[in-house]
């Protein structure tokens, strides 16, 4: 009876279904776009980006409070147009590059809130302080990509995040405190998931 009841529970386990875990995307970086903008004097909008970054993306389709993200910025690629801005953004009196060269964001909470969206909470470190921030993230498509042939998925993603937190509060409230972020990115399942 004992040998019975043990091989009904061994088949009962193999025939359970698989729990699905979280798949690892990589970052189309030719299809990607990290930005920013800020109002200055109340005349004009500034716009920015940052050209060096990267990312770990794991994406759980059937649950979406299983995935998650890590991103690190590296300060020193930031470029609003004009070299002069460029190097004082740089320095201590807003991001001091040489001493705190990159921002992380690391992801603590997933939800969904809409058939197409969803909130991503984490922590954003930026100048050595850590804040938490909410990304709201727009899911433009997922499905097999139509060139590459592998799965594939395409995000639009804001959120805004005000300077002082950050220790960055040089000449507010004339120019802006608060910057909104934008991120654009096509991702391909990784080629290690394959």
Do not use: C
């Not at 990159?102 to 969904?112: C, D, H, I, L, P």
């Amino acid at each position: 009876m004992i040998r019975f009841a043990a091989s009904a529970l061994a088949l009962s386990l193999l025939a359970a279904p698989a729990i699905a875990e979280p798949v690892a995307y990589d970052f189309d970086k030719s299809h990607a776009n990290l930005s920013f903008t800020y109002n200055h004097l109340g005349y004009s909008t500034t716009d920015g980006r940052f050209g060096d970054w990267d990312g770990t993306l794991l994406i759980d389709k059937e649950t979406p409070a299983n995935s998650s993200i890590e991103f690190t910025i590296n300060i020193d690629s930031l470029d609003t147009f004009w070299a002069d801005r460029d190097t004082h953004l740089k320095s201590p009196d807003f991001f001091d590059a040489a001493k705190f060269p990159q921002a992380t964001f690391k992801s603590t909470k997933v939800e969904q809130t809409g058939e197409n969206q969803l909130d991503v909470t984490g922590d954003l470190t930026l100048r050595g302080i850590t804040k938490p921030v909410t990304l709201t993230v727009d899911v433009l498509a997922m499905g097999d990509h139509p060139m590459a042939k592998k799965p594939a998925a395409g995000f639009s993603v804001t959120t805004v995040i005000k300077r002082s937190d950050f220790g960055m509060d040089k000449f507010v409230p004339y120019v802006g405190d608060e910057v909104t972020v934008t991120f654009h990115a096509e991702t391909l399942v990784s080629q290690a998931t394959n």
